[in-house]
């Protein structure tokens, strides 16, 4: 395409569509080098003028256009590489189109595609156009019927939305399908399937009394690994019905697993299709992390089946609507399976497991984004290509702008903001704004004096905001005050655009409580609140409260839970930080003050005075810390390999001024290693109590094994990184004698990263030669070998010329490709790096351009890096942005990066 002249969409240009398609009826003759496709559309003129009705489609071939059966010719309309233009005369009217597509040919895996033997579709966001030409936006909204026609034997199953009509066979060894979709939906929710599969199904019964057949597809051969996902399907239907009140409304609800997959899955209307790594799982080949992963991403499609297809997006601007909320609901639905059944204490623990997990998540990929040169707000005012706003912002910044919402009404009243939301707007295509408006409707009736019209800012203000905190004691007065100031500086184009930009405060819920000198909870009352914890409304730039009743000066534990997405500023000594480790009831808070302590050791420990006094005791601090946190009995093994994690490079890369990779990875290992000698005897212990509670069991993915497993493992890698005798050879030994993947792994990491090389070409080669066949362990492999510390773009590079790599299956080009440039710190930070880095840019974008953009935001913060690395990518982003046939999707990424 011709990059230079990409438009700028705006949101503030949007403007209904003038015409109204009630049916849409779709005929496929499917075959891998050519596929026709026939499309009869009912088109009704809302507007009374004469608009022309201008339709999207890309990458297509027409044959012939009618208008109520009569053909039309070429003067009767426009047809470019992007639309087609009609100017029909009628304010109603029937429109068919014949067109044909070449799936096999399609490797950007939008639009209709082949993967193995198999047929799929990808639309979202605006791929159904490159399957016939349509109005392909999300606010036109459309009953489907399907008729599917292909090769019985070669695509003995055609899938399509809804209920099956009528299958029959046709003369010529060809057979058909007919899929009928009650529910009116915009293309991008249309999918169709063909292929040879085995399926595993369920018949359940809904709240209602209604039944519903549940089935997960996949390659043959994969049954065995499809037990997990049906299970998690079932479970969220059950979980939507109890927790939201919402019910399955499909006699038929439908996963495919896809090989060759873009993205993690897609809630197409009961036809979910998956990347097959959110799909497959047994003891063998997946780890707990990954039995996490598919529980979450098949609840996370099936949320959308109400948010998100029952109510959809205006427009894609409004993307946050449903994937904000939907992420919202799908950690929510987590932390209660984590939870379930557990006394009061226990789930509280294992609920904030999952929390620590999804903050880290936000800190690692949507803190730094939100900083560099693709900052947008959670409802983005403009973009050049959609499918470059799919990002932390929308996803997981979206998800905290919801959760606030829920911690301000609580949970019943966000349940009747979500009840007056599908009242309102059940079968349309809103915004943002209506959500709030639902919600703030609710919260007006319970918090009289209070609504929502400057939290409205967290949907349209980039960055992530700073609140600094004081806090005065007064003994006398026998009181505390509180000053809370919040700012946020301009970020990415409003650097250049506004610097002197005066962004207005949001609305921040503050959740804080006190502790004692000796660590016990403090009662705070202050405007009549009164509690142990208490959510503060910040909405001013600074405000103060005054708390009565307190003898001595407090230690305060902030921001508990993580009540905003916000960075809190506040100077406690190492001693203050200690405490709330080893004694914050609050047990989030009491993670973060381990985190920010280890925090400070590394970044002491890769500036200049790594080497002081003030350094060595603060890690001598965390060390005597964690010691304690070790021992103590009523934390559960999933938390404390929380706590015993240190802070990823990502995370750390962000606190950084000047950004230091090389520094930063040293002071890592360095920590990791003094740790792991100074606690030796303590990760000893761990190790073999862990072992011990796990013996004799057969593995199951609850979160309570999965625990022990973190913690177990966790302690493997700091004995292996301390060089203790024997830790190597007990690695080896778990990797041998290993009975699921989460152990094999927790023994093969830490070889990979220490053993001396022949163990670790013994260990690797065995890996292959046991999974070759299996496409998601290799995927594993790869990973491990690309994250590996002594990995170099030599090796990167020989890896590549393996013959199980390609870069035109996303999953393998993810677990080598993107794995090496994303977070091998110590390989990918050099000329050789960046220059490898460029080049895959580049040939991924002949590929597929989505994946490629995805690969070209791996050095977006390089203009806060050193000067010397600053420089040497900087050549790269030119070199990539020479190229003259770039995607848009690209160039957008680069175009901005270079701009900063
Ligand atoms: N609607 C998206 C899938 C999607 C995203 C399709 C972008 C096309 C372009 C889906 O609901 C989704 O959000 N999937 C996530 C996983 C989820 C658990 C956050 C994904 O694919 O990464
Ligand atoms: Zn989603």
Redo the contacts with the bound molecule.
């Keep these: 395409m011709r990059t230079d002249t990409a438009p700028t969409i705006l949101r503030q240009d949007y403007l209904p569509y003038p015409f109204r398609i009630p049916t849409v009826d779709l005929a496929f003759d499917l075959a891998p080098d050519l596929t026709q496709v026939h499309s009869r559309l009912t088109v009704e003129r809302i507007h009374p003028e004469a608009a022309p009705l201008v339709l999207n489609g890309e990458a297509l071939s027409l044959i012939s256009i009618r208008i109520d059966g009569r053909l039309l010719s070429p003067e009767d309309y426009q047809l470019d590489d992007h639309q087609l233009t009609l100017h029909p005369d009628k304010p109603a009217f029937t429109l068919e189109i014949i067109s044909t597509c070449r799936p096999a040919e399609n490797t950007s895996l939008m639009g209709l595609y082949q993967s193995g033997h198999s047929l799929f579709t990808?639309c979202?966001?605006e791929g159904f156009r490159r399957i016939t030409w349509f109005a392909d936006r999300p606010d036109v909204m459309s009953r489907y019927t399907v008729t599917l026609r292909a090769d019985k034997t070669q695509f003995p199953h055609l899938l399509s939305n809804g209920n099956l009509l009528q299958e029959q066979p046709l003369s010529d060894g060809r057979h058909e399908a007919t899929w009928e979709d009650p529910h009116p939906k915009p293309s991008y929710l249309f999918a169709l399937v063909a292929g040879d599969f085995d399926c595993r199904e369920k018949t359940i019964t809904t709240r209602s009394g209604r039944q519903a057949l549940l089935q997960v597809y996949c390659d043959k051969g994969d049954y065995p690994r499809t037990a997990w996902a049906l299970d998690c399907l079932e479970r969220s239907v059950l979980w939507d019905e109890s927790r939201f009140n919402l019910e399955l409304d499909l006699d038929r609800f439908m996963i495919v697993a896809a090989r060759d997959f873009?993205?993690?899955?897609?809630?197409n209307k009961g036809l979910n299709i998956f990347?097959s790594a959110y799909v497959l799982a047994d003891a063998q080949t997946a780890t707990d992390a990954s039995f996490e992963a598919i529980e979450?991403?098949i609840g996370?499609?099936y949320f959308?089946n109400w948010t998100?297809n029952r109510i959809t997006c205006r427009d894609w601007f409004q993307l946050s609507l449903k994937?904000g909320l939907?992420?919202f609901r799908?950690q929510e639905f987590s932390a209660d399976m984590m939870a379930r059944g557990l006394p009061d204490n226990a789930a509280l623990s294992a609920r904030t497991v999952k929390r620590i997990d999804d903050v880290t998540a936000l800190r690692t990929a949507q803190f730094p984004e939100d900083a560099g040169p693709m900052a947008h707000p959670v409802r983005p005012d403009s973009y050049q290509e959609i499918?470059n706003f799919?990002t932390a912002t929308v996803?997981e910044k979206g998800a905290e702008v919801i959760r606030m919402q829920h911690t301000l009404l609580g949970e019943s009243g966000f349940q009747a903001g979500m009840a007056e939301y599908f009242r309102r707007h059940d079968g349309q295509a809103v915004t943002c704004d209506d959500f709030v408006n639902a919600m703030d409707s609710v919260y007006r009736q319970l918090a009289p004096g209070k609504d929502l019209t400057t939290f409205r800012r967290w949907y349209a203000q980039a960055g992530t905001p700073r609140v600094s905190v004081d806090l005065k004691h007064d003994a006398q007065a026998a009181q505390c005050v509180l000053t809370l100031s919040q700012r946020c500086d301009p970020v990415g184009v409003e650097k250049l655009q506004n610097p002197a930009v005066a962004k207005p405060p949001l609305h921040i819920p503050f959740a804080l409580g006190l502790l004692g000198a000796d660590g016990s909870p403090v009662l705070l009352e202050t405007d009549g609140l009164k509690g142990e914890t208490l959510v503060l409304d910040l909405t001013q730039t600074t405000q103060t409260w005054v708390f009565k009743n307190i003898a001595q000066r407090p230690v305060p534990s902030l921001l508990r839970n993580f009540s905003a997405p916000v960075i809190v500023e506040y100077n406690y000594t190492d001693e203050e930080l200690a405490l709330l480790a080893r004694k914050d009831p609050e047990p989030f808070s009491r993670w973060e003050a381990g985190q920010s302590l280890a925090t400070r050791c590394l970044l002491a420990m890769a500036s200049k005075q790594g080497q002081s006094n003030t350094t060595k005791a603060a890690t001598d601090l965390l060390a005597a810390t964690w010691a304690d946190i070790a021992n103590d009995a009523s934390l559960s093994p999933a938390y404390k390999a929380r706590v015993f994690s240190l802070p990823s490079e990502r995370v750390l890369l962000e606190k950084m001024s000047p950004i230091d990779p090389p520094a930063l990875a040293q002071a890592r290992r360095a920590l990791r290693q003094y740790l792991g000698e100074t606690l030796q005897d303590t990760w000893q212990t761990l190790y073999d109590n862990m072992c011990a509670a796990l013996d004799g069991q057969d593995y199951r993915p609850d979160a309570a094994s999965a625990g022990a497993r973190a913690l177990k493992n966790s302690a493997l890698t700091y004995l292996v990184a301390a060089t203790v005798t024997g830790a190597l050879a007990r690695a080896e030994r778990q990797y041998y004698d290993a009975d699921n993947m989460t152990d094999r792994m927790g023994g093969l990491t830490p070889l990979v990263n220490h053993a001396p090389d022949d163990v670790k070409a013994r260990v690797l080669a065995h890996f292959y030669d046991q999974w070759q066949a299996n496409p998601l362990v290799i995927d594993r492999w790869f990973a491990l070998q690309a994250t590996a510390s002594s990995t170099t773009v030599a090796d990167i590079q020989a890896l590549m010329a393996h013959p199980a790599f390609t870069l035109r299956n996303p999953n393998r080009a993810r677990s080598l490709v993107f794995q090496f440039c994303l977070n091998n710190i110590q390989g990918v930070y050099c000329e050789a790096g960046y220059a490898f880095w460029a080049e895959q840019v580049i040939a991924l974008d002949q590929i597929n351009p989505e994946i490629a953009a995805r690969l070209a935001r791996a050095f977006d913060h390089w203009a806060r890096l050193v000067p010397k690395e600053r420089q040497a990518i900087k050549l790269q982003l030119e070199k990539i942005m020479q190229r003259p046939s770039l995607s848009r999707n690209v160039y957008e990424i680069i175009s901005k990066a270079l701009t900063l």
């Design positions: 990808q979202e966001a873009n993205m993690g899955a897609m809630e990347n979450s991403v996370h499609e959308h998100g994937e939907t992420v799908d499918g799919y996803y």
